[in-house]
């Protein structure tokens, strides 16, 4: 059912779109269709991507009258003059999703999830189209990557058209998931946007007929294009992530790879497609090789100090989906002691008492308060968010972002002391529309940056928080984020007190709002995101230093912080330009 309301228009969640109201491993039955590239992606996403897309393919020129006229792209490079910048027409999130969701989809048979979590194809049996996706450079030697001093394990994705320099220690897919980090068994994909051909062909081709579990959000129509899309592939199997509350999505990017070696996970923010591993700044939270417990051990065995293996466990059980409860017992097989960062997640319900510190920003609060330690004039320490969605967040500052969020973000330690809501500032940084331009994809970047307008009109105080992207430390600052990170610094920018990498935007729906005078928290969507603290790397300072240079071998306990610190406030033009975006921009992408 399509309601309007201050979020926009959406498309409410009933009880028929999956089956039997279960988060189960589905298998679809319905034909491949066709599409040509310049007509859409053809894997589901947002009218914003799609919109995106279409320029990219298909560029505008506008002329005095204008009146825009259909050109064809430079072969060299497309015009990024005139594209225009998309903008969603939802605040909720999300980088991905469409505004509303079409009627519901053709039946599609459900294959038993038992048959789907081991069976294996032969490599004849691929699609013919299944052929190798070509990469810039060779796979790179990643044992030398993880053995190369970086003890967060936290990593940037590789960038095409930047300086190769700046690509050292940063990841593709395709390094992810190579052989060289073990011999693959079966695997399970957690995410957003999917484009099931494109994934497959990032595997190693001795991998491609492995088990695959891919855990996703679709409903109705985008549903059985997804199913359309798994079709040809007999190892894939698809778990439907229950959403129950109006507007949530499943938002997680998660790998979870058992290997005849071991367990991995890796957390990271990239969507399955082509174009998030390309030109945008993404991370990726890679953990060890967990090793296998000696049979007979107790399954809570092999917890680490940050309790990460029965918080991954607890949020994989909040799916109810017998899918991943196998992948429960496979987590309970393995070590994970060697873990060294918290897991951050959000999952949808409404929830009180002791269940509202498990998940979103009280579960943030939660850890920064047993595990953060004080620093001399906290108050001081300004707090940075940065994202690549807005969500709403209500009339003024005091109904969620500084009042509950804040209270968060600022945590540290068991301190009784009560902030007021002017102690602490708060930064956060969102591309200008001047960045997108100059970005390597052009306009068409502001595809994954949604922002609505209807939202942004009614919270203009939130742009005064406003900073611009600026990455020349990672050589990044063309390459437009889709990472989404939160972190408190020290007032000279040079110290870190806590870190955070995750999927979760600036929104109500990713971290929760409390209801009922703050007895009750209620959360919309799936996020996933790992916390850095000092006290886990063997510091005792209650802060890391801020890496100088991401290039350089400085002591290895710097934090490499992705983009430029201090960031610099949306200022004369830059203030301008995102008033164009919110205005000028908008009504160029939905009236033509």
Request: glycine share 6%.
């Amino acid at each position: 059912m399509l309601e309007e309301s201050e979020h926009g228009k959406w498309t409410v969640s009933s009880s028929d779109e999956s089956e039997d109201g279960q988060a189960d491993c589905e298998k679809p039955s319905t034909s491949l269709p066709q599409q040509d590239k310049s007509s859409g992606p053809h894997y589901p996403c947002s009218e914003a991507r799609k919109a995106a897309h279409k320029r990219k393919y298909s560029p505008l020129e506008f002329h005095s009258g204008n009146s825009p006229s259909e050109v064809l792209p430079d072969p060299k490079r497309i015009s990024q003059e005139g594209l225009g910048w998309c903008l969603s027409s939802s605040d909720e999130e999300e980088d991905c999703k469409g505004e509303k969701k079409r009627g519901d989809a053709a039946a599609t048979s459900v294959r038993p999830e038992e048959d789907c979590a081991h069976k294996e194809i032969a490599n004849d049996e691929l699609p013919l189209n299944h052929k190798s996706a070509d990469l810039s450079e060779k796979v790179q030697d990643t044992w030398d990557l993880l053995d190369g001093g970086n003890p967060f394990r936290f990593f940037l994705t590789k960038v095409k058209g930047i300086k190769s320099k700046y690509n050292r220690g940063a990841l593709h897919i395709k390094d992810i998931l190579s052989p060289l980090f073990g011999t693959l068994v079966s695997s399970a994909q957690f995410n957003y946007c999917i484009d099931v051909e494109w994934l497959i062909k990032q595997y190693p081709e001795e991998f491609r007929n492995k088990p695959l579990l891919v855990v996703h959000g679709e409903k109705r129509e985008s549903k059985a294009d997804l199913h359309d899309q798994a079709k040809p592939y007999k190892n894939v199997c698809l778990c439907q992530a229950k959403l129950d509350i109006a507007f949530g999505t499943h938002h997680t990017k998660m790998m979870l790879l058992c290997y005849e070696e071991g367990l991995r996970v890796v957390i990271h923010t990239s969507n399955l497609i082509e174009d998030d591993w390309y030109q945008k700044t993404q991370g990726i939270w890679l953990s060890p090789l967990y090793p296998k417990l000696p049979p007979g051990t107790l399954g809570s065995a092999g917890e680490s100090r940050t309790n990460f293996k029965s918080d991954l466990i607890t949020y994989l059980m909040s799916y109810k989906s017998p899918a991943l409860s196998e992948w429960v017992e496979i987590i309970k097989q393995h070590d994970l002691s060697e873990t060294s960062v918290y897991l951050v997640g959000s999952t949808p319900g409404r929830y009180q008492n002791n269940e509202k510190e498990k998940w979103g920003h009280l579960k943030l609060r939660k850890l920064l308060k047993d595990h953060a330690a004080q620093v001399p004039d906290e108050d001081s320490w300004p707090v940075i968010g940065q994202f690549s969605s807005i969500g709403s967040m209500g009339t003024n500052q005091s109904k969620w972002l500084c009042s509950e969020f804040r209270q968060s973000l600022v945590t540290l330690g068991n301190s009784a002391k009560s902030l007021t809501n002017q102690e602490i500032p708060i930064n956060l940084i969102y591309p200008t529309v001047d960045d997108v331009r100059q970005s390597l994809e052009g306009y068409p970047a502001g595809g994954s940056l949604p922002y609505s307008i209807q939202t942004a009109q009614k919270q203009l105080w939130l742009h005064s928080y406003f900073h611009k992207w600026s990455a020349e430390i990672s050589g990044r600052s063309h390459a437009m984020p889709h990472i989404k990170t939160y972190m408190r610094v020290s007032p000279d920018f040079q110290k870190v007190a806590w870190f955070l990498v995750t999927s979760a935007n600036l929104s109500k729906a990713a971290w929760g709002a409390l209801e009922k005078s703050g007895a009750q928290l209620m959360i919309r969507s799936y996020e996933l995101g790992v916390l850095f603290l000092p006290s886990e790397f063997g510091l005792d300072t209650g802060y890391f230093q801020v890496k100088e240079n991401l290039l350089s071998d400085e002591p290895a306990l710097s934090f490499p912080v992705p983009y430029d610190l201090p960031p610099e406030k949306y200022e004369g033009k830059g203030k301008v330009s995102f008033s164009n975006v919110v205005n000028k921009l908008n009504k160029y992408i939905w009236e033509t």
